[in-house]
């Protein structure tokens, strides 16, 4: 008698989106087939972070029929290159843990260069303001427009420096600060952007 067990095939078992901007969701749906002689049970499935996976179809697929998982990627605040892996836990003896991937680039929608502005170490008797340029613009928006700038410390100073077809530069300035230590803050601002306001 010929050996009775499951055999789960993918025909694409690995998903590029291409590129996608921050903040974005990507939905992928991703078909499989029991190619054995005996009923295939998906036992469970488990992703990587960063997505979420949901069985469509029926958790039992008898041999030569076809089942269905729905994965959603959540880019979040993550941006550049990315690659992450589902695992398909079933009764397939040959492989009981499957392992399909999504991966693409997410890209920001708005380019902040420098993102992190750090002014070194300063010396209180200098006294001293002292200024880092930041450059911002849309990827994709010809008329992007920043409506606010609003800083969260009283002694650091952000203004519009020149504004040249959608390209701002911005003039962040550490004012005259009195406080022995570190300090962080950020800076909020509020633009036209819908994708990222």
Do not use: M, W
Request: net charge positive; aromatic share 8%.
């Amino acid at each position: 008698l010929p050996d009775k067990h499951p055999v789960i095939f993918f025909e694409n078992s690995d998903f590029n989106f291409g590129q996608i901007y921050k903040g974005e969701k990507v939905d992928h749906i991703y078909k499989f087939e029991n190619r054995g002689n005996d009923i295939l049970e998906i036992i469970k499935v488990k992703t990587s972070c960063g997505c979420t996976a949901a069985i469509l179809t029926d958790k039992t697929i008898p041999p030569g029929k076809t089942g269905e998982i729905k994965t959603t990627f959540s880019s979040g605040s993550r941006r550049g290159n990315i690659t992450k892996s589902i695992s398909v836990l079933s009764n397939d003896p040959k492989t009981p843990n499957y392992k399909l991937t999504i991966s693409g680039q997410i890209i920001e929608e708005i380019s902040i260069k420098p993102v992190r502005i750090n002014f070194g170490s300063i010396f209180l008797d200098k006294g001293t303001d002292k200024t880092v340029v930041v450059t911002i613009k849309s990827q994709t928006e010809p008329d992007f427009k920043i409506n606010k700038i609003t800083p969260s410390k009283p002694f650091i100073d952000a203004s519009i420096a020149e504004e040249k077809d959608g390209e701002y530069i911005i003039n962040v300035t550490l004012k005259d600060y009195r406080k022995i230590g570190r300090f962080s803050g950020k800076i909020h601002l509020e633009t036209n952007n819908q994708k990222q306001q």
